[in-house]
């Protein structure tokens, strides 16, 4: 099992606002990076630190952290932010990192 | 603009070794933390390990007796090595770099990734 919690799956109505979410104990001294994997693709980063975007991906995606949580928020999600999204940090030692077992987004 | 891409045998045996190489382009091996990360068909993210800059390495635990990740400066190259492997480690292997900068930790460029079936 993942030291890192999301939910499995979510949906969302296309233009609507999303949260997925990421627990683990680790988190309340670490940072979560967010990654978007469509099928047949390798992943790609999409929110990283407090909440910092890589070139290239829209200011629709925004990152936070409350605790142990750490979230990823779609505001007015497309067709095209459905993927599979997961989150990774440190492992609860600090020395190893790992994923979260992701979350299906669907864009109703 | 960086790129990554794995390379490797598609097939191995069960008990044999699985050995890949990620071969970097347009940028430095230096400076950076070079991790692999695999995902089994249907599932979701494992992360294998990492060799920083200076050569060091850290593992997953559940892997750790049978992962070894060398890296090549000479030819931007960094391998992965999985002994006594068996079905449950065929997987879509990946390479992937690990940024540091300020300290936040992030993979910032992915390989393509190459899947790698463990059958006789």
């Known amino acids: 099992s993942s030291e890192l919690t999301q939910d499995p799956a979510v949906s969302v109505a296309l233009g609507q606002t999303v949260r997925i979410t990421c627990q683990g104990d680790?988190?309340?001294?670490?940072?979560a990076s967010w990654y978007q994997q469509k099928p047949g693709q390798a992943p790609i980063l999409v929110i990283y630190?407090?909440?910092n975007r890589p070139s290239g991906i829209p200011d629709r995606f925004s990152g936070s952290t409350s605790g142990n949580t750490a979230s990823l928020t779609i505001t007015g999600a497309q067709a095209e932010d459905e993927a599979d999204y997961y989150c990774?940090?440190?492992?609860?030692?600090?020395?190893?990192?790992?994923f979260g077992g992701g979350t299906k987004l669907t864009v109703l | 603009q960086v790129q990554l891409q794995e390379s490797g045998p598609g097939l191995v045996k069960p008990s044999e070794t699985l050995s890949l190489t990620c071969t970097v382009s347009?940028?430095?091996?230096?400076?950076?933390?070079w991790s692999w990360i695999r995902q089994p068909p249907g599932k979701g993210l494992e992360w294998i390990g990492y060799?920083?800059?200076?050569?060091?390495?850290k593992y997953n635990p559940s892997l750790k007796s049978r992962v070894t990740i060398s890296v090549d400066t000479s030819k931007n190259q960094i391998s992965l090595k999985l002994s006594s492997v068996t079905a449950a480690d065929t997987a879509v292997y990946y390479c992937?770099?690990?940024?540091?900068?300020?300290?936040?930790?992030?993979?910032?460029?992915w390989g393509q990734g190459t899947l790698v079936i463990v059958s006789s």
């Open positions: 680790s988190l309340r001294s670490y940072y």
């Open positions: 060799i920083d800059y200076s050569g060091s390495t």
């Open positions: 992937a770099r690990q940024n540091w900068a300020s300290l936040i930790y992030h993979f910032d460029y």
């Open positions: 630190g407090k909440n």
């Open positions: 990774n940090s440190r492992d609860s030692s600090g020395h190893h990192w790992v």
């Open positions: 347009a940028g430095s091996i230096s400076s950076y933390y």
